[in-house]
């Protein structure tokens, strides 16, 4: 289906206590991050979500920008109160990925691999990507979730050498999907993953998130924008979301920040 999300649709599939309860549909925003942001500074924030059909100034990690395509993907935000004691947006990324990461897998059939720290796979293929940004709220701190997925978008989108690195749902499982019940389930995973992270749930998340990421260990990896460039092999993850590199000379380094490639063996 394409045109607006409909927002009763959505409502009624979504089965969150909170995330997600207020939305706002938005044809155009420069980007649902910032408007996110900017909505912080205003009263009641605590259920938000933000998606727009088109972002002019869409953004992902590293400075890179996320191309939309109106009615057919999602671009969204939604804002979440950092627990206490929980200072690390990191391990919200880490979270979203893992809830992103079962959602579709149990609605849709397919076998998403998570790419170190946040990206979504299919086939080797990007089909989604997170952004999370911590923001003030007078005195409490906000996860901006920022994600972009790849719903019903036909392979003619990804224009150039785009065309081999990302993909869609539609263009993995041959089927459109109902973008508001994709939403909708997504937060109904999301929530009680984000809830387990609040109670101490850490530990747990990243037996999840080593399942998923599991089928790209072993591969050489090349890590970029992380000071210098490091080149290894991708040993595993550990309790804090780290990437474990066994180096040149036999060592194992932890590395939390930079962008990764997995080379294909
Ligand atoms: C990445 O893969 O680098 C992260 C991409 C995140 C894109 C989403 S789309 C909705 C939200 N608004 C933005 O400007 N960026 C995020």
Not at 156 to 185: C, M, Q, Y
Not at 232 to 256: M, N, P, Q, T, Y
Request: net charge negative; hydrophobic share 45%.
């Amino acid at each position: 289906m394409t045109g607006r999300i409909d927002t009763s649709a959505f409502l009624e599939a979504l089965d969150t206590k909170y995330l997600g309860r207020d939305p706002y549909f938005l044809d155009e925003t420069g980007s649902t991050n910032d408007w996110m942001s900017f909505r912080l500074t205003q009263p009641k924030v605590e259920r938000l979500l933000v998606m727009a059909e088109n972002q002019t100034m869409g953004r992902g990690r590293m400075g890179r920008s996320w191309l939309s395509r109106p009615g057919e993907n999602l671009t969204f935000s939604l804002a979440w109160a950092m627990p206490e004691g929980l200072a690390n947006p990191a391990v919200v990324t880490l979270a979203v990925a893992v809830a992103l990461a079962e959602a579709l897998e149990a609605g849709y059939a397919v076998a998403p691999v998570i790419k170190y720290p946040n990206d979504l796979l299919l086939n080797e293929k990007k089909v989604a990507g997170i952004l999370t940004e911590l923001k003030s709220a007078g005195e409490e701190k906000f996860a901006v979730i920022g994600v972009g997925l790849n719903v019903n978008c036909a392979q003619e989108a990804f224009a150039g050498d785009l065309g081999s690195v990302a993909t869609s749902l539609l263009i993995e499982t041959g089927k459109r999907a109902t973008r508001e019940f994709v939403l909708a389930f997504f937060l109904n995973c999301l929530e009680p993953a984000l809830e387990l992270l609040a109670s101490d749930g850490l530990k747990d998340i990243m037996v999840r998130y080593r399942r998923l990421a599991l089928p790209l260990m072993g591969r050489e990896v090349t890590i970029q924008g992380a000071g210098d460039v490091i080149k290894g092999k991708a040993e595993g993850v550990d309790g804090h979301g780290a990437l474990l590199v066994r180096i040149d000379d036999g060592s194992i380094i932890s590395v939390s920040s930079g962008e990764a490639t997995f080379h294909r063996p």
